[in-house]
T-cell receptor, first 109, second 114 residues
Framework: GQNIDQPTEMTATEGAIVQINCTYQ??????LFWYQQHAGEAPTFLSY??LDGLEEKGRFSSFLSRSKGYSYLLLKELQMKDSASYLC??????????WGAGTKLIIKP | DVKVTQSSRYLVKRTGEKVFLECVQD?????MFWYRQDPGLGLRLIYF???????EKGDIPEGYSVSREKKERFSLILESASTNQTSMYLC?????????????FGNGTRLTVT
């Protein structure tokens, strides 16, 4: 079957750096998405990776290794507003999105 | 900015009722989706549509149907609500293509079936 794994919950300190991991086993691969979802709000798009390597977008970066079935989202200079759930999703060989359960990130002052 | 609007944020319905969840997007997107989101589970696709009058079953279509009479509107129908359909329902849209465009989500409808 198809599977996406990410930690259920993480805690980090304001101003620090945190890395949220996502491992996947899917039938084929056409890219990996990261979304941010604040409590009670819509998920919003953060990044899309289809090639190996690191893509940086301001304080947020996303890394992909297709051979390892692994991605991470790196958040730098954490702010309280970064407290949210982070959803990893893989586009499989049929161009269907397979979603992880999400990682709830708690930022402490 | 793309806006996806779901008609209700909260709904409480009784078992056996017919329930309509409405979703409207304002960016002329061809693709529209209905997901449900439950604690500890990834988003699960109920139905999707790539064009007006067109609909496709997702991973968990049982107990649901959809309607897409106009491009901007995609409705989810619970024919006879049951308690196991208590969930957060998310509507999303995206431009045409093979799924590599990001989804734009509505704020969700939290449905409670008693």
């Amino acid at each position: 079957g198809q599977n996406i794994d990410q930690p259920t919950e993480m805690t980090a300190t304001e101003g620090a750096i945190v890395q949220i991991n996502c491992t996947y086993q899917t039938s084929g691969f056409n890219g990996l998405f990261w979304y941010q979802q604040h409590a009670g709000e819509a998920p919003t798009f953060l990044s899309y990776n289809v090639l190996d390597g690191l893509e940086e977008k301001g304080r947020f970066s996303s890394f992909l290794s297709r051979s390892k079935g692994y991605s991470y989202l790196l958040l730098k200079e954490l702010q309280m507003k970064d407290s949210a759930s982070y959803l990893c999703a893989v586009l499989d060989s049929n161009y269907q999105l397979i979603w992880g359960a999400g990682t709830k990130l708690i930022i402490k002052p | 900015d793309v806006k996806v609007t779901q008609s209700s944020r909260y709904l409480v319905k009784r078992t056996g009722e017919k329930v309509f969840l409405e979703c409207v997007q304002d960016m002329d997107h061809e693709n529209m989706f209905w997901y449900r989101q439950d604690p500890g589970l990834g988003l699960r696709l109920i139905y999707f549509s790539y064009d007006v009058k067109m609909k496709e079953k997702g991973d968990i279509p049982e107990g649901y149907s959809v309607s897409r009479e106009k491009k901007e509107r995609f409705s989810l129908i619970l024919e006879s609500a049951s308690t196991n359909q208590t969930s957060m329902y998310l509507c999303a849209s995206s431009p045409p293509g093979q799924g590599v465009s990001p989804l734009h989500f509505g704020n969700g409808t939290r449905l409670t079936v008693t």
